[in-house]
């Protein structure tokens, strides 16, 4: 079935807003990660913010279209290259091991992108409508304007409507969930997924919403400890924001001003990044009452009450929403190292260098070839691709390469593709095994054996993500 977005008065329902050390001199991978955050950059916010877009299109983390980085930029969905859809990947797995496996109150759930009930908690109801059944009307001979107008109300009334977010889907799912818990409390429910929203200036075109990756967890607590929980989870939120930043000042959090969001939030806290055009929301918290929960649930107070010590109440709940699309933008702007350095000869030379979390890296290695055989030297590689490959590290197959390139020309590309490792394979290795490894972040190249490569990456990224 053909269908579209329709955006007009009578097909947007507007509603209130609703509120250990390694056996290699690279011995600590965050040390000098983190170290390079007060190095001198490239001044002039103009500059940085265009060889940020270029950095971004050029290695493969989003399309190169004005269009496509005007959404990137807003915080919603955009054409993402190979590379920013593995690090949009990455973050939702680090933001579902931090929310859901680490708790054991915390249960995923997953909700329909469509339903037939308008969500109370919507900011705007946006519905899908057969285009077909809609041209029929409007075409129809004969038709008076209150009959053409009654016909489109109802097939409207009948269309399915979007999500906008997901915190109704987990309301929704409240009552399923109590006995999981026990009708004790607190417990909380989780998802990640795409959502749509419209815009107040449409860039996609006439009438069609923006789409959006949301991770959501929604907290139900006892309304005597609702204030302290938003206070813990605004806490866990920013750590967790700041543990893969290259640059954790300039992740923040603000409360939010009394009468912002209206009457259906008592309270509400955003953790922020501060872009150079400004301070930009990551994720929002909410202190939500029971207010939604009720009206979700027809004010069924007997059916919704857990157990919060001897009492029996109605719980409150706390909404944590995160901008995901928004993130993989921060996080690449705060990666970013524009480097100037003086050689003897007075030279200037300007390095641009993606310092991504090494967990977080779309690319850990790039294998490529040396001066030598060119059949075993391949041969070689490939192996070392495999068994990587195996172990669940990414490898870029650089010796598969047509344009011969300078080891310098490779490493550039590799800094600004945040590669945290080049792994140079020559004559040499054919020999005795050995193969040259440079870092990413202290270009320092050494010497390791082919064999202990796989468990020193395994075990460098295994570390930087206990620090």
Request: net charge positive; with cysteine; proline share 5%.
């Amino acid at each position: 079935m053909l269908t579209h977005c329709v955006r007009t008065q009578v097909f947007f329902l507007r509603r209130p807003k609703m509120p250990s050390p390694l056996p290699c001199r690279f011995t600590n991978p965050l040390q000098f990660w983190r170290d390079c955050a007060s190095l001198p950059s490239d001044t002039g916010d103009t500059d940085h913010i265009k060889t940020f877009i270029e950095l971004c299109s050029d290695r493969y983390y989003i399309i190169r279209d004005t269009r496509n980085w005007d959404s990137f930029r807003r915080g919603i969905n955009c054409r993402y290259g190979p590379l920013g859809m593995e690090l949009r990947k990455g973050m939702l797995d680090k933001w579902w091991a931090s929310v859901v496996m680490s708790r054991a109150q915390v249960f995923g759930i997953s909700t329909m992108h469509l339903t037939r009930n308008t969500s109370a908690t919507a900011e705007s109801t946006l519905k899908l409508v057969d285009s077909n059944a809609l041209d029929c009307t409007v075409n129809q001979k004969g038709l008076a304007w209150d009959q053409a107008r009654d016909t489109l109300k109802r097939q409207l009334q009948g269309s399915p409507t979007v999500r906008t977010n997901l915190l109704q889907g987990a309301l929704e799912q409240y009552l399923p969930s109590l006995e999981l818990v026990n009708r004790r409390l607190p417990f909380g429910l989780a998802e990640t997924g795409v959502c749509y929203q419209p815009l107040e200036e449409q860039t996609n075109g006439p009438g069609c919403p923006a789409e959006l990756t949301q991770a959501s967890l929604v907290w139900f607590c006892s309304p005597r400890t609702s204030s302290q929980w938003l206070d813990y989870w605004a806490r866990q939120r920013l750590q967790w924001w700041r543990k893969f930043a290259l640059g954790p000042s300039s992740f923040s959090c603000s409360d939010v001003s009394d009468g912002e969001e209206g009457e259906r939030a008592s309270r509400g806290v955003r953790i922020l990044y501060h872009f150079p055009w400004g301070a930009e929301p990551l994720e929002t918290l909410w202190n939500l009452g029971d207010a939604e929960l009720l009206q979700t649930h027809k004010g069924s107070r007997a059916k919704l009450q857990c157990r919060d010590g001897r009492k029996s109440v109605v719980p409150h709940v706390i909404s944590v929403s995160g901008n995901v699309d928004r993130g993989v933008l921060a996080y690449l702007h705060n990666s970013l190292q524009e480097i100037r350095k003086t050689d003897s000869k007075q030279r200037l030379h300007k390095r641009k260098v993606l310092k991504l979390h090494p967990s977080l890296a779309p690319v850990k290695v790039a294998l490529d070839m040396g001066r030598g055989p060119t059949v075993d030297l391949r041969q070689v590689c490939e192996g070392l691709l495999q068994e990587l490959l195996e172990g669940g590290i990414t490898a870029w197959p650089g010796y598969l390469e047509t344009m011969p390139s300078s080891m310098e020309q490779l490493n550039t590309k590799y800094d600004e593709m945040g590669v945290l490792f080049t792994i140079a394979i020559t004559d040499g290795t054919l020999e005795s095994g050995l193969v040259l490894v440079r870092s990413r972040d202290t270009t320092i190249k050494e010497t390791m054996h082919i064999s202990k490569v796989k468990a020193f990456l395994a075990k460098y990224i295994s570390a930087s993500e206990n620090i």
